[in-house]
T-cell receptor
Framework: DTGVSQDPRHKITKRGQNVTFRCDPI?????LYWYRQTLGQGPEFLTY????????KSRLLSDRFSAERPKGSFSTLEIQRTEQGDSAMYLC????????????????FGAGSRLTVL | EDQVTQSPEALRLQEGESSSLNCSYT??????LFWYRQDPGKGPEFLFTLYSAGEEKEKERLKATLTKKESFLHITAPKPEDSATYLCAVVSLGGSQGNLIFGKGTKLSVKP
C-alpha cells in the first residue's frame, strides 16, 4: 500500500471554471476526510465519509462544493464556478473508524492537491 | 468554541540547541491531541497521539507531553532535517470524531 494518493497535485484554472480532485485512500481504511489549507494556516475540516455515507459537512463547504465517495472507495471533491478565494491546498486523509469509547483514530494524509484560481 | 493556539509562530535554532513548542487548547472535553509534521508542499505526517493529562510519548529527538490545558513538543539536540512546520490538532468529545481542529503551526528552522 502506497498510502493516500491525490490527483492532480497541482491545478491552475480560471475563475468560473469547475475543477475536480480525486483521492484514493489506504485500502483498509473506511473513513475518508477532506481538509483545506491556505498559506500560513493549519488545515480546516471540510467533510468526511464513513464508507459511502457522508457523515458531516463543515459550514466552509458552500453549495459550490460537492464531495462523493461512490462504493466507499475513492472520493472526488468538485468545486463549481471557482473563485479566487478557493485557491488553497486540498488535503485528503483516511483512517479506520475509532473503536467505541476509545480515542480518536490517527488520520493519514495525502500530499494534497494545490489549486490556483486566476 | 473549540480552539487550538500554537506558539511561537516561528522558531530558529542552531543545530544541537534544544527547545520546546507549545500548543494550548480549549475544548469541551478532549478525545485526543495530535502532533503532525508538515514539510513544504506536502501533507501532514503523523508524529504522536496523546489522550490524557500526564501522558508522554517519545520518538527519536522528539518528546510530546500533555496537561489539561496544553501540550509541549520538546526537541532535543535538533538537526537540520528536523526543519518543518509542526502542527497540533485536537478532537473534542463534543465534536465529531472526523473533525480534527488544527492550530496554525510552528515553523521550525534548524541551522547547521
Amino acid at each position: 500500500d502506497t498510502g493516500v494518493s491525490q490527483d492532480p497535485r497541482h491545478k491552475i484554472t480560471k475563475r468560473g471554471q469547475n475543477v475536480t480532485f480525486r483521492c484514493d485512500p489506504i485500502s483498509e481504511h473506511n473513513r475518508l476526510y477532506w481538509y483545506r489549507q491556505t498559506l500560513g494556516q493549519g488545515p480546516e475540516f471540510l467533510t468526511y465519509f464513513q464508507n459511502e455515507a457522508q457523515l458531516e459537512k463543515s459550514r466552509l463547504l458552500s453549495d459550490r462544493f460537492s464531495a462523493e465517495r461512490p462504493k466507499g472507495s475513492f472520493s472526488t471533491l468538485e468545486i463549481q464556478r471557482t473563485e479566487q478565494g478557493d485557491s488553497a491546498m486540498y488535503l485528503c486523509a483516511s483512517s479506520l473508524k475509532p473503536e467505541l469509547f476509545s480515542g480518536a483514530n490517527v488520520l493519514t494524509f495525502g500530499a494534497g492537491s494545490r489549486l490556483t484560481v486566476l | 468554541e473549540d480552539q487550538v493556539t500554537q506558539s511561537p509562530e516561528a522558531l530558529r535554532l542552531q543545530e544541537g540547541e534544544s527547545s520546546s513548542l507549545n500548543c494550548s487548547y480549549t475544548v469541551s472535553g478532549l478525545r485526543g491531541l495530535f502532533w503532525y509534521r508538515q514539510d513544504p508542499g506536502k501533507g501532514p505526517e503523523f508524529l504522536f497521539t496523546l489522550y490524557s493529562a500526564g501522558e508522554e510519548k517519545e520518538k527519536e529527538r522528539l518528546k510530546a507531553t500533555l496537561t489539561k490545558k496544553e501540550s509541549f513538543l520538546h526537541i532535543t539536540a535538533p538537526k537540520p532535517e528536523d526543519s518543518a512546520t509542526y502542527l497540533c490538532a485536537v478532537v473534542s468529545l463534543g465534536g465529531s470524531q472526523g473533525n480534527l481542529i488544527f492550530g496554525k503551526g510552528t515553523k521550525l528552522s534548524v541551522k547547521p
